[in-house]
């Protein structure tokens, strides 16, 4: 199983899913809509990306640049 309880990765990146993309979790948890009408529903919505730092390693490595 893909995890990080054990900080195996120092850093871990991936989309973040926005309050469509729960919406239409919960309506697909909910019966609402089928599974294809979830997937559809996601295939078209722009995601932003977050990263997420695990170690006191890459914390430290972070530098502040601009103001």
């Known amino acids: 199983m893909e995890c990080n309880f054990d900080n195996k990765y120092d850093i871990v990146m991936g989309p973040i899913a926005n309050d469509d993309m729960a919406l239409l979790f919960r309506q697909y948890e909910n019966g609402m809509i ?34």
Not at 38 to 52: D, E, F, N, P
């Open 34 to 67: 089928s599974f294809e009408n979830m997937l559809s529903g996601m295939i078209y919505k722009k995601t932003s990306r977050q990263y997420s730092f695990h170690t006191e390693r890459t914390i430290s490595l972070l530098k502040k640049v601009g103001a």
